[in-house]
DNA sequence: CTGGATGTAACAATAATTGCTACATCTAGC
DNA sequence: GCTAGATGTAGCAATTATTGTTACATCCAG
């Protein structure tokens, strides 16, 4: 294991619904969602429910249940998940333990870094948002093999 | 804990090395180099092992040894640092299991993903290589209290 | 030859992530 | 109302990464 796959399962929920919301009848579970993505329902329920929280999905309780999206699949960018799925802390981490305060390399170091690991994380976000849930779905379907 | 802490540690090392190096008599340790990152030195030689291999860095060894930078600061860049420490490795992960390959969005979501995520990566290594060492020690400096 | 440094293996402690079971809760439809 | 079927969520185990630590082999200036 290396970091964590979040964004990736989200993307993944969240492009399958928009393909599946297409059939009016379709009814989006975390049951049929956790096959395709090859995991448990928890686990799914779990991202849907963050993603819930971030006003991107609904849920519908009691028999025949299920999930939508809130807007249309364009409107939706990679930006959005990542901020709904928490993985906003930073992308690298400062000291553990904080360096010694009486080296001029200790004292300055923490703030001299913080503005650089901003930009980063800026520079991360900017490109999350140029692609949408749509493009993902245009992406994924083009993959497809020849049904020939 | 969050992410991994071994960017950070490296510039510190090294933008301490940056400053040492004034004073041609200094002597860089793993010994005073822990002290100021406060850590174990074994976690220093553990980063400094990993620069050298980059080529970032030299060590002499006997009594009397220690580290010096092979080049400028003005000529390592933190994307080398990032490359050197081994962070190199995708920023967001795939899925754990293999997604169901019968479900078109299981078949198709990780060949979608993939330039997706390589962007990403490439975004920030563009801002690393922004930042060199040289910048992070004047940037340092300028953090000292007054000496008034 | 010896002191002092690097090089490195091995291990413990901590924490994050993921998968899983179990169960409470809700509600459409009978 | 009841019930089937779904969400909501607590709690735990397994796996892994990171960091810190001890211990010891190795090297070399003086």
Known sequence: MSGNSRLCVAVHVLTWM???QRD???VATSQRLA???NTNPVVIRRCLG???EAGLVQSRRGAGAGWNLTRAPEQITLLDVHLAVGDDEQLFALH???PSGSCPIGFGIQPALRPVFGRLDEAVRRELATTT???MLRDVLAQQPATA
Do not use: F, T
């Open 35 to 37: 096959v395709s993505v």
């Open 18 to 20: 928009a393909l599946d």
């Open 133 to 135: 849930i749509a493009d």
């Open 50 to 52: 963050q993603l819930r």
């Open 24 to 26: 009016p009848a379709a």
């Open 96 to 98: 553990h333990s904080p």
